[in-house]
Structures are given as C-alpha cells and as structure tokens.
C-alpha cells in the first residue's frame, strides 16, 4: 500500500511539474541527460581485485564504471543514468559521491534498490573545469530472488540507448540446508547516520527444543558501541526457502526482554537471557556506531555465542567490510616498513615497534627487527599511523618522540619505510654492591685458612691480577665490594682437614644478586641474595699415623701384640695388626674414630686396656677415652701429639704366688730347714720371707 502511495504522489509531483514548468521564466534551462559519458564498467570482487571466482548467495563484489565529461558542455544538475540488470541488485545503496583528483566534489549519485539504478547528478564543478574524469564504483550482489540455481550472469549495463558489458560472473547458486543454531550478519543501511553498521542474530532457524539459552555478543574490533535503543527482539518461525532462511509470523517481544538485556560495562556489547525456545526461533536486531570515522574497506569484527542446554555453547562471527561506494578504495593492501641503524648506518637487531592506527587507537602490529635491521606489517588501511619504539636494541637508547605516517605517504607500491636510527647509550659507571662470602663447615660454622682469589669473567688469567683476594678467619664473613657482571672464584688453598673446593663462577647482577653460573659437580655453593655461601667437605683422605710402644724410660719396645679397629670397641675384624719392634709403626687411617687393643704385652711389662681415639681430617689425632684401669688400678698412659699416639708400658712388678717345696732326695717334704728371700741377687738385708720348713708341707 505504501508503495502505491509513493507512485501516486510521484505522479502528482510529476504532473506539478508540468504545469508549474509552463509558467517558469523562459530564460530557466532544463537539466539535460549526458549517458554517453560513461566509456567503461567492470567487475571486480569486493577487494577491488581481478573477479575470479564464483559468487555465493549474499556475497558482494563491485560494480566499476570510467566516465569522461565532454568540455564546456555538462552542466550543474545534469545527469547520467546507469541501469542494473535484473540478475543484479545493489548490497549496499547509500548515496555516494563522485571526486576527482584534488577532492572536488564532480557529481553525486542516488541508488535507487527498487529500481536498480545509479543516477549520477553533476555539481558546478563541471561547468568551471575542463578534462573531467574520473571512476567510480559501487557493491552489488546476484538477486538470488531472480537466479535461482546455478548459472552464468551477463552483467549488462544499459546507459541510455547503449548497453555496456561489465563482464560474465558465475553464480554458484542456493546453499544446501545447513544447521543454523545462531547466526550473525551485519549490513548498511543508506538512511542511516555515518559510521552506523546494522546486525542481525538469528537464533534457532532449526526450530529445535533447546533450554537456558543465553546469547552474548561482543566487538573485537575496538571503539565500537552497541546502540541500546536500537535493540529489538522477535520471537518468529524459521523455514528454508531457494537457499535462504525466511522467518515469518513475527512477534515483536521487545518490550519484554529489553529489560534482561545487559550492556556490557564498556557499551561495546550485551548479554541476553532468552530462556527455552521451544520449537520457535527468534530474530534480533540493533545498530552499532564507531566512535570515530570509519574507511571504505575497514573491516569491524563482532562475534556473537550461544550458550544452551547447560553446557554447550555455538559461536558465529560476522566481519563487516564498511562500504562506501565511489571513489576507488584499495582496502587492506598497505604496508609499513622500518629499517633500524645505530649512528654509523648499520642495522640494528632486537628493537621493538608499535603500530597504532590514529583514528581508532588500535595497535595493528607489533613488530621486532630482525638481523637485518627490517620488520614490517602489512594488511593496513590507508591512514594515519604512529609508530612507537617500546624496546631498543640493547647498549641503545629508545626513541623519545614517536614517528607519524599519513595516508599520502604510501607510494605506489602501497607501502612506506621509515628508516630509524638509535643513539648508543653512554657507558654508565656501574654502581658496586656490596657481597658477602661464607666460608663453612658441614655445621655452618666459617673456618680459617681457606686461601681465595677473585678474577673478572668466566675463566681465571692468572697473569691478570685478582678482584680481591683474601685468607678466612674463623667465624668471620667477608664483604667485598664488586660492580655486576661475571667473575670467578678461586681456591689455591682449602683450610686444613677440608677438600679444596673447584672455580666457582657467578654472576653479580644489577640489584646486588648472585646467580652462580658454574661451579664443581660435588661442591656445595649456595647463593642467598647477596650472599654466597660455600660449605667445605671434610677431608677424607687416609692419613698417616704413628703407633710409638714405649717403655717408661721412652724406648721402643719391641714384642707387643696390637691391633687396631675401627669404632669404639675392639669388635669385629682389626683394620690392622702388628707386633711392636724397635720402630714406630706408621699406618695409613681414614677420618674416624678408632680402638687400640693390645693383645699382649712385650715381656716384663703390663698390658694396656682399650685405648679409644680419633683421626681427624686435617691428619692430627686425638685420645677420647683413656681405657679401663690396667691390673694395678692405674690409668692408661697414652699420648696424643700430632699425628703420633704413644702408649706407654708399665713394668710388671705386681707380687704373685710363688711355691718353695724342700724335698728330700726321694721327693719327699722334709722339715726342718730354716730358709729366707731376699729381694736382689745378694742375700743382703733384711729377708723378705723367712720360714722352716715342715715335714708334707
């Protein structure tokens, strides 16, 4: 009905015109209609690339067509019209304008979808200029309403009296039935305000039973806003039809979820509870606006999902290439280019960039020299551009200013290069941290005596001379003052009784930490901090002992028989055995404690109890226990020195039971000798004993 209305009044209007035009000034001249001066059109796909293969349902490509005005002969509000044919109709039918060169403003143009034509209306421009010409273009697609199946297309142009032949496309016809839980398209409508983009979700074209369905829909693309009073929802019945979904039986139920609906926190999308959609779908539609100007062939990426049945979830993306039909745009095809160089021009690796599109603030790369110096990103718009270094080289110093590109910078291979050149950061006196070196036993106590070096780098030049150098004192750290970097710590001598441990090296960094490098496979090197703590191994190597059996005069005895065992107790099998001569007796002891046993003694002299004592690591040896009394109730004696033990044997003077018998001839006991002992080889003194013997005793 509305579209009788619209022909009735254009009818009257152009009735109007008529009549009102029969009372104008004779002077006013009409507008007159030059189609001869379009020369060309074409095809390309959507890129404004070589149209190379065949055409989906819905899939857009462009319309191209070369005009050249004739000279002092075109006029302001002359036209050209130029006629679609059926097969084809217009993707996008916003008004475009026609520009030359320099950005004057040549004519206007009015696609009409109903009609299918482009009406070109030229502006003054034309009146005041000579050699006028130019190129345009516009979006269309196959109307799969007119081609139903797969097929060839003439794309013939008709402009006035002629017809031009832009070129053959294919049609790969209707798509199967497919399954459809959520979709998403976008699209731009030609009243709509600047940077305005349309989307569409379709949910349930299945008409399945599904529960909890949520939908949520966000921008990927940056500064993109959801327009909440666009937003409106319909619960309709989905069918298939030539290809394509059509919904009918709409039901307008945005009054009843627009208040479920939650625009996310920075406006750049929306959740949406819908709940069961029980064999019924819904379609849902709203604007979004870009928050700064968008370019013809800037893609906007909006992904929507669908979250159902308690756990499963369906995405759809749409990617809109905004569309502004006119002038020649070449999209995504520009390239920015930098060579990196240190003052004397040559290439420098490792620093890294920033590309940020202006109009957005979208950082479309991220790029980090190579060897060469180079890195580049590609796929860009034509605009403005800063390039920001985020990290320089090492040893040099990061720009402090950024480096704008503008559109009229890209050549003609749709591509700019900066050349960048770094300063070498000024050699910095490096500030010393304090370190601390610990020098201890299995215990954690600091020993004495370990002799250590420190050298610059990773190896040690003796002809150089140290870092520092330094000999340990018991219960004492040292603190030394190095710069960071690397160096490596030598022991020429290890404190007695303990292993000399390997280089050790280690890496001063710049907050005043220890990062050990490398350093002896059995040592034990810790780094706290700024502390470096080595623990020294005892010294387990057999060391030599002497045995020394004396007597009480100091002399070397010779006859006793000893044994030597490992432990506290004279058990088990000896780790030594030997008769004393008149020599020390050497022995070759590992670290421990040990037991001396005296089996017996040399002649004359008493035999000592157990002796206990211990090797030390650094060779000496020590008594820990003296032994039981000997037979006299008298100590061991036993010395200690060095590494020499000498025990020492008492004289065997200890009173023992001695028998006299006085016999006769015949063996028999007589009585009546008077006898008596001296003590001596002389019967001088007085007698020890004295007695007279008794008959059978």
Not at 39 to 56: F, H, I, P, R, Y
Not at 71 to 88: A, W
Not at 131 to 157: A, L
Not at 458 to 486: F, Q, Y
Request: proline letters at 4%; aromatic letters at 8%.
């Amino acid at each position: 009905m509305n579209k009788k209305i619209r022909s009735w009044i254009q009818i009257v209007i152009l009735c109007l015109g008529v009549i009102l035009q029969s009372f104008a000034p004779l002077t006013q001249v009409r507008a007159a209609e030059y189609n001869d001066v379009i020369t060309s059109v074409g095809v390309e796909n959507k890129s404004g690339e070589a149209l190379t293969q065949g055409l989906d349902i819905w899939q857009e490509f462009r319309l191209t067509a070369d005009f050249v005005l004739p000279d002092n002969t075109v006029h302001e509000g002359d036209t050209t019209t130029l006629q679609l044919p059926s097969e084809i109709a217009f993707s996008n039918s916003s008004d475009i304008e026609l520009r030359d060169a320099s950005n004057n403003l040549v004519a206007t143009g009015r696609l009409d979808a109903a009609s299918k034509t482009i009406t070109l209306t030229y502006t003054k421009f034309v009146e005041n200029n000579s050699g006028v010409r130019g190129k345009f273009f516009v979006y269309v697609r196959v109307d799969h309403d007119v081609v139903s199946e797969e097929k060839d297309v003439d794309v013939n142009i008709t402009v006035g009296h002629r017809v031009l032949f832009a070129g053959k496309i294919r049609y790969n016809g209707p798509p199967g039935k497919y399954d459809s839980k959520i979709e998403k398209s976008s699209f731009q409508f030609k009243d709509d305000e600047k940077n305005v983009i349309r989307y569409n979700i379709t949910v349930n074209r299945n008409m399945a039973n599904y529960s909890d369905v949520t939908i949520k829909d966000a921008f990927s693309s940056p500064n993109m806003t959801f327009l909440p009073d666009t937003f409106r929802i319909y619960k309709v019945d989905w069918s298939w039809n030539n290809g394509d979904w059509k919904w009918t039986n709409a039901r307008d139920m945005t009054e009843t979820f627009k208040n479920q609906l939650v625009v996310n926190a920075n406006g750049d999308g929306f959740t949406l509870p819908l709940g069961d959609t029980n064999g019924f779908g819904y379609m849902i539609e709203y604007r979004a606006k870009a928050n700064y100007d968008l370019v013809d062939g800037e893609e906007i990426t909006n992904v929507a999902n669908m979250s159902y049945n308690g756990s499963e979830n369906e995405q759809s993306t749409s990617t809109r290439t905004y569309q502004i039909a006119g002038g020649v745009a070449e999209g995504y095809v520009f390239t920015i280019k930098i060579h990196k160089v240190d003052e004397a021009g040559q290439p420098l690796q490792g620093a890294v960039f920033e590309v940020i599109r202006d109009r957005n603030q979208a950082v479309v790369g991220r790029l980090t020299t190579g060897p060469d110096g180079n890195a580049s990103v590609g796929k860009l718009l034509r605009d403005n551009y800063t390039i920001r270094e985020v990290t320089a080289p090492l040893g040099y110093d990061k720009l402090t200013e950024d480096i704008k590109i503008s559109p009229d910078e890209f050549g003609s291979d749709k591509s700019v290069e900066r050349r960048i050149e770094n300063k070498k950061t000024p050699p910095k006196t490096p500030i010393e941290k304090e370190i601390t070196f610990k020098k201890v036993d299995p215990n954690g106590k600091e020993i004495p005596g370990a002799e250590l070096k420190i050298y610059s780098g990773d190896t040690v030049n003796l002809e150089e001379a140290p870092v520092a150098d330094w000999t340990t004192v018991a219960d004492t750290s040292k603190v030394i003052k190095l710069a960071p970097g690397t160096y490596t710590l030598r022991e020429f001598n290890a404190p007695e009784g303990y292993q000399i441990v390997g280089d050790i090296t280690y890496t001063v960094n710049a907050d005043g930490s220890i990062t050990i490098k490398n350093k002896g496979a059995d040592d034990t090197v810790l780094a706290a901090g700024p502390v470096l703590t080595i623990t020294d191994k005892e010294d387990t190597s057999p060391k030599p002992i002497t045995f020394s059996k004396v007597n009480l005069g100091g002399n070397e005895i010779p006859g006793a028989q000893i044994k030597i065992y490992k432990g506290d107790k004279a058990e088990g099998t000896a780790v030594e055995s030997w008769t004393s001569t008149d020599q020390p007796k050497q022995l070759n002891l590992e670290p421990g404690i040990y037991t001396f046993h005296e089996e017996a003694a040399p002649t004359g002299y008493l035999k000592v109890t157990d002796i206990t004592f211990q090797v030390k690591p650094n060779g000496t040896v020590e008594v820990t226990k003296v032994g039981e009394k000997d037979s006299k109730g008298e100590d061991n004696r036993v010395v200690a020195q060095d590494s020499t033990l000498t025990v020492t044997d008492k004289d065997d003077d200890v009173a023992r039971k001695i028998t006299f018998s006085k016999i006769s001839l015949g063996g028999v006991e007589i009585a009546g000798a008077q006898i008596k002992i001296y003590k001596g080889d002389k019967a001088e003194g007085t007698a020890v004993e004295s007695w007279t013997s008794e008959a059978g005793k």
